[in-house]
């Protein structure tokens, strides 16, 4: 699972792959030839500086942002601007929001069964179930009536990764989950992001938490000035970064 | 907590008997600084001045069911110019004893707006027996069944025209507003600029004219032989010129949405449609509740300009009543009877969008 072989595995291998991948906001060119293969279960770490490019890379998975040029195939679905295809897509890939995003009109409950409910069709009570159970998996099944406003920040972020888990998805994208929480919540937030880890799921983090990276990333990727400067293992990479610009990097937030 | 009160550490005193109590109350609200203290005893002159006037006027020298004569003797309110002519002023020029068909079919809607107010009775049921409950009330109106003669649309007037005019005119405006906004909002260049223009051009215009237009020109346009009944084109003129005024504070609404709402929904795979139904638009027109009743009421109260097309709304009845000249001096009396009934219709309205946006509240 380490050799990084790039461009040797057949596509058919990747959950995740993306081809000279270019985007631009206007006349700015904000991402630039990004190449990058996820196998299925792979955890992938995404740092880099402010303005750098990774929130608009991870959004580009779920076509939250739409790439110019390039290629983004995720699950065998290309991503181009047919609607179905977009929508499929976003039904099996997850996605965590630094700012939680839950709709606080809804009951937390109601969160986590709407889209299994609108995008899969389950069944009402079925849903529920499988809600309650991935309230369970993040140890907050006694608030399942509350409403998101009632909830602290680190308990709705965790309400938040339940929401996504309920649509069973294939991969899940966080960017900077944890960034907009109190220190005494991150840790609670980071260990269910852990335990998803252990059970497989294939995962791209984009995080400043460098303990996070150490221990359970398969790599770590370094982007700026909209491009992937350096991606190793965990170990090589804050041990022995390549690039100049990852050791001033590192150098900064360790 | 609890052991805290159970076994204090240290003594709580009571406030000072300034702070609470009835003194407390008056200190800090009616004294609290010398300009208040100085408007609280203006006004309480004022209504010692005015009250006790008004008190003997309109209770204790009035007349409440009498002949017109035994009012121009008395020097109190004439109630009678109300109570003798009620019959016109709530139904108007509906044929005598056929007046129950309006009368039920009123009680019938206030039934169902009455018990559409409970959210728990906002099921697909609530739908079913609205479609009824106005089936029922157009076949009450209308006749031609039962053994009831026909009561042509042009004999339909007062009270129960002011409610239906009102009554559709917000239920239809409202989703329709809707739609607009949401069409002013959209990626498509052609339905994004019809929703622009006919929202600008509507809302350029004085209702007024939309009613002039509606009963002089629009017909003029339709071919030899083809009409379309009056009051239902004052109807859909009040209808069309409400839901412009809706669009636009819908619009705010949904503009206050932050991005991430969208986001997340998006995130989740749904469809547009989706998106707009559970979860922006539940929110969006929650927060514009304030200024979408202040449209809806004063598309109430503007029903009355129907008038000028020779519809006779309950404002207008009354007006017809006191143009009887055994009654002619008691204007007032009619008039202040019209506002009171405006005023609790209006009062409910809002009273109720309060109680509403207080239960939509979900702590954010
Ligand atoms: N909608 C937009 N329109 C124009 N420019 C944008 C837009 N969104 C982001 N940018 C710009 O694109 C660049 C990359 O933004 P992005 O949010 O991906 O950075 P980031 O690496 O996630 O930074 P941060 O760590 O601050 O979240 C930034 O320079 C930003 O100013
Ligand atoms: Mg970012």
Redesign the interface.
Known sequence: MDEMTTGATPATESIISIRSMHKWYGDFHVLSDINLEVQSQEKIVICGPSGSGKSTLIRCINRLEEHQRGQIIVDGTELTNDIKNIEKVRAEVGMVFQHFNLFPHLSILDNLTLGPIWVRKTPKKEAEEAAMMYLEKVHIAEQAKKFPGQLSGGQQQRVAIARSLCMNPKVMLFDEPTSALDPEMIKEVLDVMIDLAREGMTMLVVTHEMGFAKSVADRVMFMDYGQIVEQNSPHEFFDNPQHERTRLFLSQIL | MSDQAKNPPRDYLKPPMTEVGVLGWLRSNLFNTWYNSLLTVLVALLLWQLAPPFLKWAFFDSAWNTAPEVCYESEGACWSVVSKNINFIIFGFFPDGQQWRPGLSMLLLLGLVFYSRDRNHWRRSLGVYWLIGLSVMGTLMYGGVFGMPVVETAQWSGLPLTFMLSFFGMVAAYPLGVLLALGRRSRMPAIKSLCVIYIELIRGVPLISLLFMSSIMFPLFLPEGVTIDKVLRAQAAIILFTAAYIAEVVRGGLQAM?R??F?????????YN?TMR??IL??AL?IVIPPTVGILLSAFKDTSLVVIIALYDVLKTTKVSLSNPKWTGFSTEAYIFLAVLYFICCYAMSSYSRRLEKE?H???
């Open positions: 932050p991430g709402q986001e997340a929904a998006d995130a989740l795979g749904l469809t989706q559970l979860i539940p929110q929650k939509l979900t702590g954010h």
